[in-house]
């Protein structure tokens, strides 16, 4: 294999570019005798080249806690990495950007989700792990039958 063909993955910087924490109805929310929240969490990534084979990735979390119909809390964490990725094709590059540099970032998204619910006044919440790969594989093929069905 030629130095050219060697693939190099670096993580550069980890770092919590955007939070929000919101709690609209402490501290009556407090008050209930039975916690049974509906959680709804949201995923999103994103990624921005900086510069030759330099690229950051955003992984973006929204927590809704609801206690019947009214809102507990609200997170919002975008959850940041500066990665470089030399080597890789175009292919090889497109799933280290939606399923491998995402599940680096989660981890600490998760951690900082925890931390912020518990400062809020409410239990701990540990989000259930996620399979970023298997996110990946259905993003793949609903961008193919989108693709099918404009040409049909």
Same mark, same amino acid.
């Given at each position: 294999?030629?130095?050219?063909?060697? $693939?190099?993955? %670096?993580?550069? !910087?980890?770092?919590? @570019?955007?939070?929000?924490?919101?709690?609209?109805?402490?501290? *009556? &929310? /407090?008050?209930?005798?039975?916690?049974?929240?509906?959680?709804?969490?949201?995923?999103?990534?994103?990624?921005?080249?900086?510069?030759?084979?330099v690229?950051?990735?955003?992984l $973006?979390?929204? %927590?809704?806690? !609801?206690?019947?119909? @009214?809102?507990?809390?609200?997170?919002e964490?975008?959850?940041? *990495? &500066? /990665?470089?990725?030399?080597?890789?094709?175009?292919?090889?590059?497109?799933?280290?950007?939606?399923?491998?540099?995402?599940?680096?970032?989660?981890?600490?998204?998760?951690?900082?989700?925890?931390?912020?619910?518990? !400062?809020?006044?409410?239990?701990?919440?540990?989000?259930?792990?996620?399979?970023?790969d298997?996110?990946?594989?259905?993003?793949?093929?609903?961008?193919?039958?989108?693709?099918?069905?404009?040409?049909?």
């Open positions: 294999m030629s130095e050219e063909e060697q $693939k190099n993955f %670096v993580i550069q !910087k980890l770092y919590l @570019k955007d939070v929000s924490f919101e709690s609209p109805n402490a501290p *009556g &929310v /407090f008050s209930e005798q039975d916690w049974t929240p509906e959680i709804n969490v949201q995923l999103n990534t994103e990624s921005n080249t900086l510069a030759d084979n690229v950051e990735v955003v $973006k979390i929204t %927590v809704t806690a !609801k206690q019947e119909d @009214k809102t507990a809390f609200l997170v964490l975008a959850q940041a *990495g &500066v /990665f470089t990725l030399e080597g890789f094709n175009d292919e090889e590059k497109a799933g280290m950007l939606g399923s491998y540099c995402p599940n680096v970032l989660f981890p600490f998204a998760r951690e900082a989700i925890s931390e912020l619910v518990g !400062k809020g006044g409410f239990p701990q919440l540990l989000l259930a792990p996620v399979n970023f298997a996110l990946y594989q259905q993003h793949l093929q609903q961008q193919q039958a989108n693709v099918e069905e404009t040409t049909h």
